[in-house]
């Protein structure tokens, strides 16, 4: 059953575009969200969360939105970077601390 | 740097073997977690510790044992290896075991089971 889901598992942006990148969850008790970036054999980095009682937060180039109706929040990179190129995960927790990972979805910035 | 540190980062053993993922915590952080990652799967939880005792249980197989030593340092060992069992292993920590505590990762074992 996954519980967090990123249906994309790839994105192609050119450079200073807006990058969006999307997760859809279905557990309710989720309270927590994250999202890592992650690059080839090195561990995820945190970049950016929000408590399910915001609907949005930002930080820099970075703004996460949820949608708790919908189940979903998005990841907003303005304007993206070529150093942005990674892979993205969407995580979520309930309480108890143990994060539920997406997928992935694979972030390439082109010049 | 994450503040989390993993050792070893590479290891190579046989199949039925046991190895031993050794995880150091951010300092003043209690809380440890152990992730699978393979090719397939992604990332998947397998186990959780805060302060010493076990919090959180996921898809670690009976085969895997972990723990949480006085000193916040855990280790998680791995025993009677299959192929399948190759992966890259995170360790992670923070600070607390409630919602809205950031969870940061260590740089992960690369674990080759042949």
């Known amino acids: 059953d996954q519980q967090v889901k990123q249906n994309s598992p790839s994105l192609s942006v050119q450079e200073g575009r807006i990058s969006i990148l999307n997760c859809d969850y279905t557990?309710?008790?989720?309270?927590?969200f994250l999202w890592y970036k992650k690059y080839p054999a090195e561990g995820p980095t945190f970049l950016i969360s929000?408590?399910?009682?915001?609907d949005k937060n930002e930080d820099g180039r970075f703004t996460v939105f949820l949608n708790k109706s919908a189940k979903h929040l998005s990841l907003h990179i303005v304007p993206s970077q070529p150093g942005d190129s990674a892979v993205y995960f969407c995580?979520?927790?309930?309480?108890?601390?143990?994060?539920?990972f997406g997928q992935g979805t694979r972030l390439t910035i082109n010049p | 740097d994450s503040g989390v540190t993993q050792t070893p980062k590479h290891l190579i053993t046989a199949t039925g073997q046991r190895v031993t993922l050794r995880c150091s915590p951010r300092?003043?952080?209690?809380?440890v977690y152990w992730y699978q990652q393979s090719l397939d799967q992604g990332l998947q939880f397998l186990i959780q510790?805060?302060?010493?005792?076990?919090?959180a249980k996921g898809n670690i197989l009976e085969r895997f044992s972990a723990q949480q030593f006085p000193d916040l340092h855990s280790e998680l060992n791995l025993s009677s290896l299959e192929l399948g069992d190759s992966a890259l292993y995170f360790c992670?920590?923070?600070?607390?075991?409630?919602?809205?505590?950031?969870?940061?990762f260590g740089e992960g074992s690369w674990l080759t089971v042949v």
């Open positions: 300092s003043g952080d209690l809380s």
């Open positions: 992670a920590s923070s600070a607390g075991s409630d919602s809205g505590n950031t969870i940061y």
């Open positions: 510790y805060y302060n010493g005792e076990e919090r």
């Open positions: 995580a979520a927790t309930a309480g108890a601390q143990k994060l539920v």
């Open positions: 557990n309710s008790m989720f309270d927590y």
């Open positions: 929000i408590s399910s009682i915001k």
